[in-house]
């Protein structure tokens, strides 16, 4: 079995799982986030760890606009063009180009909302939400529409799919729960749905940078083949298991990215990771519930990686 198909296997529920991928990622230091520097480090962190899921760090953050001080001014943020986003496309182009053959490369992708916060920044965008949404809403229309320039540049240049960090819903992150659903949740399913529809393979991510989450469940409509997500939810740990079945998919995690796998010994990650498999359930993927800290050893990595390589489900 292939990494691509050992990969896509996951989501086939007719098949038992055999072989247990694994995938860890972490961002780079500035000078490989674009271009050909971009192609080689991703490459080079790939082979050296011998993972399973080519994931493609999302390193273009959408310009601040320091224009946006009112509700209102939401209106006028400005769309960006394809050509914002070459630089990163180029990274695109050369690592499915190199890895796409052999394994399953995805894209990843901050959602909407998430994109909204590098515009006005996130403090002044939750407090406009709680002032007046329906005018926040039209720039969240803009921004869509120009991470769908970003999404559909990615797809003709041939990822498999993508790599879906959504955020919102964390406890006390927003004034009120409705505004979520009001203004995070539609644009979150316009880019997942339109995903979904033509990719063979998507992460949906639930990410807890900023906040943790007392409840997970306004995301379980959201699309993806698998989820992946912090399992410490209102103080409780979900397992792997409990989550897999919340969201009707397989699950993808189960080592916490702040533990040993980073700041520990090799033989650390292999003992977190052993400790991981033996509560997995089947079918699923070994990774960390996020990004791993820059400066982890990926000798670590690597080690976690073998230990699932070797397990016996």
């Known amino acids: ?46 082979r050296f760890t011998g993972m399973d899921l080519a994931k493609i760090q999302y390193e273009r953050k959408f310009p601040s606009d320091p224009g946006v001080v009112s509700p209102k001014d ?16 180029e990274a695109v182009d050369g690592i499915v180009q190199t890895l796409g053959p052999e394994a399953v490369v995805i894209m990843t992708l901050y959602s909407p909302f998430m994109c909204a916060g590098h515009v006005g920044g996130p403090e002044r965008l939750a407090a406009h939400m709680a002032e ?11 921004i869509t529409d120009s991470l769908m320039v970003f999404v559909n540049a990615c797809i003709e240049l ?22 979520f659903h009001e203004c995070v949740k539609p644009y979150d399913l316009r880019v997942m749905r339109e995903i979904n529809a033509r990719c063979r393979f998507s992460v949906l991510h639930v990410c807890d940078y900023h906040a943790p989450y007392d409840d997970l469940s306004p995301f379980v409509e959201y ?3 698998v989820v992946n997500c912090n399992p410490i939810v209102g103080g409780r740990k979900m397992s792997g298991a409990e989550i897999a079945a919340m969201f009707s998919r397989p699950f993808m995690g189960g ?20 400790e991981a498999l033996a509560e997995a359930p089947s079918p699923t993927i070994l990774a960390a519930d996020c990004t791993i800290p820059p400066g982890s050893p990926w000798a670590n990595l690597r080690a976690a990686i073998e230990e699932a390589h070797a397990w016996k489900p």
């Open 223 to 225: 699309p993806g083949t």
């Open 158 to 179: 041939g990822v498999d799919g993508f790599y879906h960090s959504t955020q919102g819903y964390e406890a006390g992150r927003l004034a009120h729960p409705d505004l």
């Open 74 to 89: 939401w209106a006028q943020v400005k769309p960006l063009s394809r050509a914002f986003f070459e630089p990163l496309l």
């Open 1 to 46: 079995m292939t990494k691509r198909e050992a990969v896509l296997a996951v989501a086939d529920a007719s098949k038992t799982q055999t072989y247990i991928p694994a995938a860890f990622f972490m961002h780079f230091e500035p000078q490989y986030h674009e271009g050909r520097p971009a192609v080689e480090k991703h490459i080079e962190f790939f």
């Open 255 to 274: 080592i916490d990215r702040k533990g040993p796998i980073g700041s520990g010994t090799e033989e650390d990650a292999r003992r977190v990771a052993r």
């Open 132 to 142: 007046d949404p329906k005018a926040v809403r039209e720039g969240m229309e803009i």
